[in-house]
């Protein structure tokens, strides 16, 4: 299946009505924070498919626009403290925010970060005992310790997030939070079985189940056009 993932910035190509030719085959999208309610439901509304989100440091407890005050974007899917199963069959799960640096929302000590993730423990084992595998596709906005973050407070990344990956071994890891600016700057790092995918503003893949849907899907880059990348 065709997945598109997206973060921290509003990109013009994407809030237009021209997506729904560009991402036509696009089956799944994910959210990894910092982009405004009025961004998601365009998206959603345009594409037709499941949207699943966590919220940034940045996000608005509360957002305003012409339609009203809202605390959550229509039509897309919350998954922070949560695990769910798609209708694909895909094992998501999510933890919004990044450390905590100031009175803002959305933000988290490391230890509160490690509470949320170990309640997320109980259904990643049973997720292994009644189809085989804990996880497929784990979304945050914060990185993983030492996996893309950086040395300020801020952007420092999660030891829990880490930990989380190094035992359940999820096809991807997809965050945000951690901005691009150089072609240099690693944005795909492979840590044991798992894929690390920086979403900072947008990212095509494919996830490809080969031996059934009870077997751990693999991940396909795409390149622009969302063409596989050799």
């Not at 594409?47 to 959550?72: D, F, I, M, Q, W």
Request: glycine content about 8%; hydrophobic content about 40%; proline content about 7%.
């Amino acid at each position: 299946m065709k997945a598109l993932a997206i973060s921290d910035i509003e990109l013009g190509f994407l809030y237009n009505p021209q997506i729904a030719q560009r991402f036509a085959d696009t089956q799944i999208v994910f959210s990894c924070g910092d982009l405004p309610y009025y961004y998601i439901e365009f998206i959603v509304s345009m594409l037709n498919v499941p949207l699943y989100y966590v919220r940034g440091n940045h996000s608005s407890k509360v957002e305003t626009t012409t339609a009203g005050e809202r605390s959550a974007p229509w039509g897309a899917h919350d998954l922070h403290r949560r695990v769910v199963r798609d209708d694909s069959g895909l094992f998501l799960a999510g933890i919004e925010g990044s450390l905590r640096y100031n009175l803002g929302p959305h933000q988290y000590t490391q230890a509160e970060m490690w509470a949320m993730v170990l309640t997320l423990t109980p259904q990643l084992l049973l997720n292994r005992l009644t189809h085989g595998r804990y996880l497929d596709v784990f979304i945050s906005h914060a990185p993983p310790f030492q996996i893309h973050d950086m040395e300020d407070l801020p952007h420092r990344g999660i030891h829990a997030f880490r930990w989380l990956i190094s035992v359940f071994q999820p096809t991807l890891h997809l965050h945000g939070h951690i901005h691009i600016y150089r072609n240099t700057t690693i944005a795909e790092t492979r840590f044991n079985k798992t894929t690390v995918l920086n979403a900072f503003g947008y990212r095509e893949f494919e996830l490809k189940f080969m031996f059934g849907p009870n077997k751990r899907p693999f991940y396909v880059p795409l390149g622009p056009g969302g063409v596989p990348i050799q």
